[in-house]
């Protein structure tokens, strides 16, 4: 059985994860640029992905019918769903590298 992990993410995470973001100049090391990256990338990309969505539903339930506003709907869907996973595999690579670089993210060892 598969089990899926959630956790939720609020508002004030994607404001840590900027705060944390407008702090690198102040440390210039590998891991926490990485560290800050990822940190923003999830956030951001679960917010996006949240948003236009939204806006993809929006259009479908308004297009009555018309062919056009269907297909412009299902290539936002499509897009969201595509752009979010680029995003996800973009930071399950920056995770594999630190792993096999030895780089330090999030606090692991």
Known sequence: MFMINSTKIYA???SEALNSVSNI???SS???FMDSIISLA????VFSVF?????AAYQLMTSRGDPDKLKQGKEVITNAVIGFLF???SVAILLLLSNLFGINIGGRQ
């Open 51 to 55: 948003i236009l969505l939204s806006l």
């Open 87 to 89: 995003i996800l595999m």
């Open 12 to 14: 004030n995470s994607l």
């Open 42 to 45: 999830i956030p951001l990309a």
């Open 25 to 27: 100049s102040e440390t």
């Open 30 to 32: 590998v891991d926490s």
